[in-house]
């Protein structure tokens, strides 16, 4: 490029910048003009408080001026936000800090991609990498990829700190103090560096206060009280190439995605890098996830368990139940009295749509005699038709007939219970059985049922025709319960309806209020049954759901913590080009992929948990894919919303007191 033509890649004119203070107003920069050509070498100089580091603040997009303008490369940066501003600075500059600042516990490779990751040109993984490792291999670096800048001495860190500074094709190097903590031999080969680049056509703007360090620079420019106070070219600008067009940065979509990987990627890294406090903190969330399930898991089990007892009763049953008989002024409710007759159940069955089986029931608490020994159980009338209703089998022997309804014959059928109370160590089969004073022959014994939902053993049980119980045990025509089966779930609710229809009308009923008696379906019973349990599951669920807001606020902390911790951090990125919002997507990223890592974790213990409780607690607990689901999108919107408040912060932090955070 002719010297004639070439263009300014700086242009300041007038510019001024004023900090409020306590004591007042201080103007660091008081109307400096100044133009730096493409290919230029310029180092400014200046004793402490001269304005040169607030010069090179505001060169590096990292302050604005208070008057004047500021043109990069023919961008006015005068009105740009913070977000412009980044752009400008990693598209357009390229920074080499007195500190190297470079990201500790990453290596050399992945510190000179920082520049990369935000870049517009939406470079993929492999072509960042290229990219880095052809910048490492230019400042003689690229047997050291894997290194970490401690394993690096301190040239070779300067050296990363160059690479990366070139790694975006900027238009203009900035150099604060470059070879400040540097020995002599060391800044020498730096400087060497620097010409070598600035001969190869890149502009390099310098800030020193050393003479034989700015004599290596093309152009020495000294400032003083904020003003140029001289201005001394001793070599012409160097040849400068044709810069390549700046590739598109592709359509809005394709730039979200790549984004959100590049976003992904960053927040994945930075958590690898402190394994223990990324356990630590995700602990919270897997202990909160993994308690909802188990919680709910062992409440559903209870339900679950409760209505297996009711199914155990029979299928598709209906039953009858007398009561709630206006006498002497008060209401009396089931229990009070009987006013079901057996013609009641023998009209239900003859006259109800889709009954199938009907047993009248008579329930009472008798003492029983066999060998010597006492005991008291529960003694039911029912009809041939019970064993039907109820899906109840037989161990052994056999049921009772028709005929022994009819001849009220003493014979009995014992539950398993009775067996072991009574005949422990013979068959019961033949054997006599007194049921208070009456002698009952035994002629079957029940198959095994186990609790009932209110806690009642069904085993504890002796059956008998129920006229025989009417006549010689109970000594009553009333019935207290009649059980009916009915063909398919779909014909219940119309075999409910019938029902109540019928025995209104048999009761000389007009009014539904004053109802003697109530039908009712296994489903109410087991409503009425599980609602405790339900509450229990609900009262589990919250109390483990605590936990997962503990666990929230505990990633909220760490986070917080973090920020603090990775200041400096974000002010490297800010500087080479990170704008707000990938600061912020950044840490909100990282709580997202805590709580969800954790929650993943966490569900895998409750699932766990659930099915050690079932095989070793005999506690059938069952897990819900509604609980996983929730506890799984609880997480995760705890890692968005406790994220969020670090991840502005974070976002809000000013680069330039970012980096000067120790």
Known sequence: MDPMTRHPVILLRGLRKTYITDAGEV???????????????????????SGKSTMMNILGCLDQASEGSYLLDGVDTSHLDSDELAELRNRKLGFVFQGFNLLSRTTALENVELPLIYSPRRLSPEERADGAVLELERVGLGERLDHHPNELSGG?????????????????????????????????????????????????????????????????????DGLIRSDERRLPEARVLDQPPEKSSGGSLTGGIYLALNILSTSGRALLRNKLRTVLTALGIIIGVAAVIAMVAIGRGASAMVEN???????????????????????????????????????????????????????????LIAEGTNYSANVRGASTAFFAVRDWDLASGTPFTEEDERSMATVALVGQTVVDRMFPDSDPIGRTLRIGIVPFQVIGVLAKKGAAPWGEDQDDVVIIPYTT???????????????????????????????????????????????????????????????????????????????LLVG????????????????????????????????????????????????????????????????????????????VAIAFGVSFGVGVVFGFFPAHKAAKLNPIEALRHE
């Open 156 to 224: 070779q860190q300067q050296r990363v700190a160059i690479a990366r500074s070139l790694v975006n094709q900027p238009a203009v190097l900035l150099a604060d103090e470059p070879t400040g903590n540097l020995d002599s031999a060391t800044s020498e080969e730096i400087m060497k560096l620097f010409k070598s680049l600035n001969e190869s056509g890149i502009t390099i703007i310098m800030v020193t206060h050393e003479p034989d360090v700015a004599a290596h620079a093309r152009r020495t420019v000294v400032m003083k």
């Open 469 to 547: 119980s009417m006549k010689q045990i109970v000594g009553t025509t009333l019935l207290r319960t009649i059980n009916m089966k009915v063909a398919s779930a779909s014909q219940m609710a119309i075999a409910q309806e019938q029902t109540l229809l019928l025995l209104r009308e048999r009761h000389n009923i007009s009014d539904p209020s004053q109802d003697d008696f109530s039908v009712r379906t296994q489903d109410e019973f087991i409503k009425m049954a599980t609602a405790t349990t339900k509450i229990m599951t609900i009262l589990l669920g919250s109390i483990a759901g605590v936990s």
């Open 27 to 49: 103007q660091a920069v008081k109307g400096v003009d100044l133009t730096v050509n493409a290919g230029d070498f310029v180092a400014i100089m200046g004793s402490s408080g």
């Open 552 to 627: 929230g606020i505990g990633i909220m902390n760490i986070m917080l913590v973090s920020v603090t911790e990775r200041t400096r951090e974000i002010g490297i990125r800010r500087a080479v080009g990170a704008k707000g919002r990938d600061i912020r997507l950044q840490f909100i990223v990282e709580a997202i992929v805590l709580s969800t890592i954790g929650g993943a974790i966490g569900i895998g213990l409750g699932i766990g948990t659930a099915q050690l409780l079932t095989h070793y607690a005999g506690w059938p607990a069952l897990v819900s894919g509604a609980s």
């Open 309 to 367: 007892q009711i199914r155990s009763m029979g299928d598709n049953m209906l039953l009858v139940f007398s009561g709630q008989v206006f006498r002497g002024g008060v209401y009396r409710g089931y229990g009070g009295a009987g006013t079901l007759t057996v013609e009641d159940a023998e009209a239900i069955a003859a006259e109800v749509p889709g009954v199938i089986a009907v047993s009248p029931e008579i329930r009472s608490t008798e003492r």
